[in-house]
């Protein structure tokens, strides 16, 4: 069975402040997307890694994909109140089938 | 350029009887797949729609069924709906031809509840 581990589950910081949340798998993925997901909507594609140790930029937000293709990363630097909300990674394994982590629920406090 | 519309937004239903919702994909995409959200959890895949035919499933009950239309449309069937099937459910949509490196647009959902 192919699972995300996504930690930490749960993240409130202050403004301003920099963070990192992980997501990490025993299975090797052929591409690996992050979303951002806010109460009552659907997840919002922010970026997708597909090669091993690709590192891609957004404004402040840095995604990083694993050499072994099996884990990634999301830091955060100077952390707004408008950054709050659910963040998902996701594993295309090939197969059709994506496959989502439980998340990380980012609160930034003003 | 319209994105990915689901209805109804919202829906109540008693348990034992059937529900559908509906999908319709961005403009431009050809596979639909279908994700059930429960409160605080990630998207749980149910199934993916290409070319009308059911290309993949997830571990969900036969009761849990789709279909997908010429024109790319999709809908989700329910029947003998549990208390435990309340939950967000949600439409994505990509072109099959480059999903690995778009990932999907997805609705903003259905959100059923059953009493």
């Known amino acids: 069975t192919q699972l995300l581990e996504q930690s930490p589950q749960f993240l409130s910081i202050q403004e301003g402040e920099n963070l990192t949340v992980y997501c990490n798998s025993s299975?090797?993925?052929?591409?690996l997307q992050w979303y951002r997901q806010e109460p009552g909507e659907g997840p919002v594609l922010l970026v997708t890694?597909?090669?091993?140790?690709e590192v891609k930029k957004l404004k402040r937000l840095t995604f990083q994909f694993g050499d072994a293709r099996k884990d990634s990363s999301l830091h955060i630097t100077a952390a707004q109140t408008g950054d709050t909300g659910l963040y998902l990674c996701a594993g295309y394994t090939g197969g059709f089938k994506t496959i989502f982590g439980a998340g990380t629920r980012l609160f930034v406090k003003a | 350029d319209a994105g990915v519309t689901q209805s109804p937004t919202h829906l109540i239903k008693t348990r034992g009887q059937q529900v559908t919702l509906r999908c319709s994909p961005k403009?431009?995409?050809?596979?639909v797949s279908w994700y059930q959200q429960a409160l605080g959890q990630g998207p749980q895949f149910i199934f993916q729609?290409?070319?009308?035919?059911?290309?993949q499933r997830g571990n969900f009950p036969d009761r849990f069924s789709g279909h997908q239309f010429p024109n790319y449309s999709s809908e989700l069937n329910v029947n003998a709906l549990l208390l435990g099937d309340s939950a967000l459910y949600l439409c994505?949509?990509?072109?099959?031809?480059?999903?690995?490196?778009?990932?999907?647009?997805f609705g903003s959902g259905t959100r059923l509840t059953v009493v």
């Open positions: 729609y290409y070319e009308e035919e059911e290309r």
């Open positions: 403009s431009g995409h050809d596979t």
């Open positions: 994505a949509s990509s072109a099959t031809i480059i999903t690995p490196y778009n990932g999907y647009t």
């Open positions: 299975s090797v993925f052929s591409s």
């Open positions: 890694v597909v090669t091993g140790g």
